[in-house]
């Protein structure tokens, strides 16, 4: 059962489920076309709010060896996808002006799509100077997400495309990441099980 904090802004609902640190292990399988990588790894997820109408989120993941060696982090935003009103914050740190107009259920309720989900946007930053904006939906206790953008330094390793999926299945995190990189075509690439860390 997901007990709902009553600070929780209510264009969160949605993605209310995902709140919380989840910790668990996944498996990476990547056929780079100089041969297949495969091993296990582990991952500790965080989902937090502010109060503000977005999700922040953590990866911090590590190999299952003697030593947990590092081996990846990335960082970013989850929200309801909505045309930006003069109440949102921003640009830069310029507040709000005016009433929020999604404040109660019912008016988050309208930013329902035609397949009765809530389109979402989410932007993830890696520190190897990748940073993705992804477009998808969230129905229930299922986000699917593919890239609408992927932005690279001069100085990152190629990464064309990504998609993602997470779903709550037996209060389980469980999720599956495809990319498109290293001068192959979109493919399987990682996938994880985590619990939530109570």
Excluded: C
């Amino acid at each position: 059962m997901i007990e709902l904090d009553s600070t929780l802004p209510a264009e969160l609902v949605p993605l209310s489920w995902l709140l919380g640190v989840w910790e668990g292990t996944g498996v990476v399988n990547y056929d780079t076309g100089d041969g297949l990588r495969n091993y296990e790894f582990g991952q500790r997820l965080s989902f937090s709010h502010d109060g503000l109408p977005h999700v922040n989120y953590t990866s911090y993941t590590w190999l299952l060896d003697e030593g947990r060696t590092p081996l990846a982090t990335e960082t970013g935003y989850w929200r309801l996808s909505r045309p930006a009103t003069a109440a949102d914050p921003g640009p830069g740190l310029l507040p709000g002006v005016g009433v929020t107009p999604f404040t109660t259920a019912s008016a988050v309720e309208t930013l329902r799509n035609a397949g009765n989900a809530f389109d979402i946007e989410v932007s993830i930053l890696h520190p190897g100077g990748v940073s993705e904006l992804y477009i998808g939906e969230v129905k229930g206790p299922r986000i699917d997400l593919a890239t609408d953008a992927v932005l690279r330094s001069v100085n990152s390793k190629e990464h064309a495309a990504s998609t993602r999926l997470y779903g709550l299945v037996e209060n389980h995190l469980l999720w599956a990441w495809d990319i498109a990189a290293l001068g192959q075509g979109l493919r399987t690439h990682a996938s994880g099980r985590l619990s939530r860390d109570e």
